[in-house]
């Protein structure tokens, strides 16, 4: 049976013997003393995880920096290479190896400063090369341009070798031209007679049986002496040419060309030599004639002879 103390309003246990409501009193004051030092150890957890948080935040992000930047190097780096003007096995490895870089840079999914310092690394080893690539294009360009220089100098001396062999070569055509100029062999005083049938001078044309062309050829030192053939062409008033039915042909100016008659004659180049050459014929006209005398080629004299 219990006992109560209205006194103290304190309850006892007749059992046990202990005031029920004192216990009571500790177990909360304990439980408060425990949750405010739980409370203290998470307000503490939490900062310390909110600051690692915000050291994570900061270092991801430095991180992505990195990479950017590291992509950014190695695509200048890439684009240098395709730059470059000289293909070899090694530049093409070399461009391989900067491909697959940039490939397991853009990969990566869990970055830290070991990694980017790898990275940094390859990538360093790729600009040591480029440099050497760099360096021996610059070396070769010094020797081109020196090379360039030493040809268009050595073009000048050709070309002035040439300049002075084709002036050599005009010049030398030039003489040659006044000499073939000079060395023609002139022919002066040309006329034309018209012979009856007994090779007497005829007064009148008409009654001519042939004709009689005279003329001088002059003396030329220049000229080649020795066997000419002189070859007359004649034309009649009426235009036509004055041959006979077998009469062949000479080359002038690269062409064959009918003549009226022709005669070999000794040619000494040291004195005049005065020459006549016949052609026959019947049914001559009066009016103008053209005679062109012609040796070695060349017209070497012309005239016009009107004959009654």
Known sequence: MSQYNYDDDTRYDDEYGYEEQGVDNKAVRGYRIVIIILAVILVALSVVYFNMHR???????????????????????????????????????????????????????R?????????????????????????????????????????????????????????AEERAEELTNKVRVGSVIRVR??????LNAKSNPSSRVKNAARLKVNCILSANELAEPGNKTVYVCVTSPEGYLISSPD???????????????????????????????YIDGSGFTAGTYKVEVYIDGRLSGSSEVALR
């Open 111 to 167: 970055l830290n400063y070991a990694k980017i310092r790898a990275y940094e690394k390859e990538l360093g080893t790729l600009k040591t090369i480029m440099k050497s690539y760099l360096r021996q294009i610059d070396s070769l360009n010094t020797v081109n341009q020196k090379l360039t220089k030493e040809n268009v100098s050595y073009k000048k001396q050709i070309s002035t070798a040439q300049l002075r062999a084709e002036m």
């Open 189 to 194: 005083s040309i006329g034309l007679e018209p």
């Open 247 to 277: 009469a062949s042909s000479f080359t002038f100016e690269g062409e064959k060309k009918l003549y009226s008659s022709s005669r070999d004659v000794d040619y000494t180049a040291t004195e005049d030599l005065p020459v006549s050459i």
């Open 55 to 109: 050291e994570q935040q900061q270092e991801y992000h430095l991180l992505e920096q990195d990479r950017t930047r590291i992509q950014g190097d190695l695509d200048s780096l890439i684009v240098s290479f395709d730059d470059l003007k000289i293909k070899n096995d090694s530049m093409t490895a070399n461009l391989e190896e900067a491909n697959k870089l940039m490939e397991q840079l853009k990969n990566e999914r």
